[in-house]
């Protein structure tokens, strides 16, 4: 029996556990919240914290295990780079690239270096210093953590005297007290992400989703849906396409999931914006799967990569119909304890295609600010993207939240 660890605890692993177990795998969650959901699924449980990249190695050699990932767990994800690279287990690409790829600093040097458009950035690790170099940014500016995902600490500072606050809030989000400041690119159309997935390196599944965020959010550039397909046009398409597998082939990466964000500027010019070596939250795997077809399990294939099991095949087809991924969640500025969710029946019996509300009565929700925020997540297929932009333009009608007062 083949063991796979995986790092992390949430809800959105529990497919991957399952579908894991199911080709016959024993798996080990690690993270250091033994109550997490998904420990309930796995086979074993792990108290190891994700970040702790030698314990991590640890626990792996102590386990004896055949592969591991960090699927929609950002903080995990160099430290299973480093414990399959020591121990020659498959990952995506070398540590020294994964690291790279993960702290923000990092990418956004190595972009710059290697001649692809990135936006004017600089990293700094002491709070003070951005103070000193407030003429070297084009304003406004986008302040965030180096090593976090899903939005969490991110702000949009277009006054220089705000920009200690949104330090703060930048470093308590991260974990490594790095934080990073860079110019705030205007976008054509929308921004895009998806999952994608390469084999030796070459993209063999990747597309792109329409990113549409909640602008009455606390945080207005956290991610509240994705649409398949996307909007954008074949040429922008094709130039980031091109720019991500020359990005593949500068890392030396190999195979296995990623999860890609990427806009064309208003500039018209392309720009890579995160690219993670996991499965990205939300469950974007499992709904590309279904509205791609059966050769987009990009889970199953990032399980088989992991422990040695030949890859089924995986191919790009069309879309079949117009599919949106929304993640509910508060419009509400303060904490509220939550009673209930309630879906029209009509949009439910038509529309709904999958259901996963994580939030139960008596929870304390928080202001969306990040995707640790939501509430659970929809999958949604019209037949047109007409149709689909009409009912989620009042989804507020539709999806209500009831709360105690």
Known sequence: MKKLMILGGSAFIIPVIKKAQELGCYVITCDYLPDNTAHKYSDEYCNVSVIDKEAVLEAAKKHEIDGIISFACDPGVASAAYAAEKLG?????????????????????????????????????????????????????????????????????????????????????????????????????????????????????????????????????????????????????????????RLMYALNMKTGIYNIEACIGANGKPYIMEVSPRGGGCRIAEIQNMAYGEYADLIENEIRKAVGLPLTKIEQGKCDGHWIQFDLHSDTDRDRVLKSITIDPEIEKNNVKYTMITAKPGDVVKPFTGANMTLGDLFLRFDSREELDEVMSHHKDWIKYEFED
């Open 89 to 245: 287990l498959s990952f995506q690409g070398p540590y020294e690239s994964v690291r790279i790829l993960q702290d923000k600093g990092l990418f956004r040097k190595f972009l710059t270096d290697n001649g692809f458009n990135c936006p004017h950035s600089k990293s700094y690790d002491d709070k003070k210093a951005p103070l000193d170099d407030i003429d070297f940014f084009d304003w406004p500016v986008i302040v965030k953590p180096v090593d976090s995902a899903g939005s969490k600490g991110v702000t949009r500072v277009d006054d220089p005297n705000k920009l200690p606050e949104a330090i703060e809030i930048a470093l308590e989000a991260g974990h490594n007290g790095h934080f990073i400041i860079e110019d705030f690119i205007t976008f054509k159309g929308f921004h895009a992400d998806g999952d994608f997935f390469t084999v030796d390196g070459k993209i063999v599944f990747g597309p792109f989703a329409d990113q549409l965020f909640d602008k009455d959010a606390v945080n207005p550039y956290t991610p509240a849906m994705l649409i398949w397909p996307a909007t954008m046009d074949e040429a922008d398409d094709k130039a980031l396409h091109d720019d991500i597998q």
